[in-house]
């Protein structure tokens, strides 16, 4: 998954960066609000953190712009305001969800997760894909009886499968997914993540094909 972390706080950024990103995700971090317009005009985010006091404006006249442009793009807010009231006016303005500083990490996380299952209408981490299940939470891809445990990026690449089987993904796109804008990576990474994963789904009756001059797709039966 890409996020974008609106944050300008350095130590409280530079912590949820490395801690997001151990868990697989490509984080882009935005310190203020222009910083924060340059990304989104230019890049989609699965997920947008969003601090409220920042140095050149207020995140919740982001939120506010976000969500009258009809961008659907899950939002949860950091607040320091514990006040029931504050909480109320961002989940009225559009945010998903918020959580308060300070917060641990492990809490962090597991709201991304709750956000973003409800955003793909799923209770639960585990998908049935065929034979297959895969567990986007404990990272596994079990088919039968055995269980293979993905490394972070043939993870979030099969979690961008698994969320939208038959759709056609550019090598452009898929870049975009598992690589942030200061990690100077060619489309042949792709290649090489795309081939572990048909390697690990062997036996199983699920394919990624590769649509000539078009990108991969990841089919069920």
Do not use: W
């Not at 960066?17 to 984080?27: A, E, P, T, W």
């Not at 793909?120 to 891809?141: E, H, I, M, P, Y």
Request: hydrophobic share 40%; with cysteine.
């Amino acid at each position: 998954m890409r996020y974008l972390l609106i944050e300008d706080n350095e130590h409280l950024a530079r912590a949820a960066l490395d801690r997001l990103s151990l868990d697989g995700h490509v984080v882009d971090h935005a310190n203020s609000l222009s910083s924060a317009a340059d990304f989104t005009a230019t890049t989609d985010y699965d997920l947008i953190l969003l601090d409220i006091m920042l140095p050149d404006g207020d995140g919740r006249t982001f939120l506010e712009t976000h969500r009258t442009h009809a961008d659907a793009t899950p939002v949860i807010v950091l607040t320091a305001r514990s006040e029931v009231s504050d909480r109320v006016g961002v989940l009225d303005l559009g945010a998903d969800d918020y959580i308060t500083k300070p917060f641990d990490f492990a809490e962090l996380e597991a709201r991304c997760r709750a956000v973003l299952r409800r955003r793909v209408g799923a209770a639960r981490n585990l998908k049935t894909l065929g034979r297959a299940q895969f567990d986007s939470l404990a990272g596994t891809l079990q088919i039968g009886d055995t269980i293979i445990t993905l490394r972070n990026r043939e993870l979030r690449l099969l979690e961008v499968f698994a969320n939208a089987p038959g759709q056609i993904f550019p090598k452009a796109k898929l870049l975009d997914r598992l690589f942030s804008y200061d990690e100077e990576v060619s489309e042949n990474a792709i290649e090489v993540y795309v081939a572990r994963l048909r390697r690990h789904l062997r036996g199983s009756d699920v394919v990624i094909e590769t649509v000539r001059g078009l990108g991969y797709r990841l089919t069920l039966p």
